[in-house]
């Protein structure tokens, strides 16, 4: 075992499997057919939104804060987020009147077990933009979940299917050092790193060369809180003292060293999602 095919291997596991795939699934179908029964023609677009869309959402025992966002955009004239959540909410209330939720001022999430299904409302833009709202005001954030899929296939595939990888074990990184980043933040700044491994940065680039070179060069923080610095700090070092070690042929040494900072997987629960209880 070496260095690079630790983390090749600790990719891979981090990827969903079909049954959690196929059970994920049939979940969101079963949420979209009650909501298209209740809403009638007052719902205008339900579906799967964020990184269980885009094919980068960490399975839940790797990140205790993995859920399946869905999107719901109702034809209803008023642009309160609030409005659109009372509406939401009644409709939890009367087709799942068993299920335990929670209502923040910019989604209401169903609490699924094992994994938690968030309802986002949204008005539309144009044909293919949103709005949602805004994590950080009480007002609307433009969104193009198309425009999104297609810059991080874009991306992907210019860099040899080293992209969506890297997604996961950076989002790893964060859930296992108490989240420094929002998960979003992790992938529009991968994106936007504009990897040009092919023939340039590196002849023959793997995996552990994109992980070093991102978790080595962060996102820029919006708030530098100590903490956060140390966690960045910390991981600079045992990446570099790995890489050393590797390159100096000692590879059990360059292993351990980089578990200080991507620890192994945790045991995998027995939880079935696809036994969650989806009301009447």
């Not at 090749?8 to 499997?17: E, H, I, Q």
């Amino acid at each position: 075992m070496t260095l690079r095919n630790t983390i090749k291997n600790l990719s891979k596991s981090l990827f969903l499997d079909q049954d959690t795939t196929r059970s994920i699934d049939s979940l969101i179908a079963n949420v979209s057919e009650k909501a298209q029964r209740y809403f009638l023609h007052d719902l205008h677009l339900i579906g799967a939104f964020g990184s269980y869309s885009r094919n980068t959402l960490l399975p839940r025992q790797m990140d205790s804060r993995t859920v399946i966002d869905v999107m719901v955009c109702l034809n209803i004239s008023s642009k309160m987020a609030s409005d659109h959540l009372n509406y939401l909410q009644q409709f939890v209330e009367h087709v799942f009147p068993n299920q335990n939720f929670s209502r923040t001022p910019r989604s209401l999430t169903l609490h699924f077990s094992p994994y938690p299904v968030r309802l986002l409302p949204a008005v539309a833009s144009d044909a293919a933009a949103y709005r949602i709202p805004a994590r950080s005001t009480a007002g609307w954030l433009y969104i193009n979940p198309t425009e999104c899929m297609r810059r991080l296939e874009f991306a992907d595939q210019f860099n040899r299917g080293m992209v969506r990888p890297l997604i996961r074990v950076a989002k790893y990184w964060n859930a296992t050092h108490d989240y420094p980043f929002h998960p979003f933040e992790i992938e529009q700044a991968i994106i936007n790193k504009g990897y040009q491994y092919s023939g340039g940065l590196f002849s023959a680039p793997d995996l552990f060369d994109y992980v070093y070179d991102f978790l080595t060069h962060p996102p820029t923080m919006q708030e530098t809180l100590t903490w956060k610095l140390q966690a960045i700090r910390r991981t600079q070092i045992y990446l570099e003292r790995a890489r050393r070690l590797d390159a100096g042929s000692r590879k059990q040494a360059a292993i351990k060293c980089i578990t200080k900072v991507l620890p192994p997987i945790p045991t995998k629960p027995t939880t079935n999602i696809g036994q969650v209880w989806l009301g009447a």
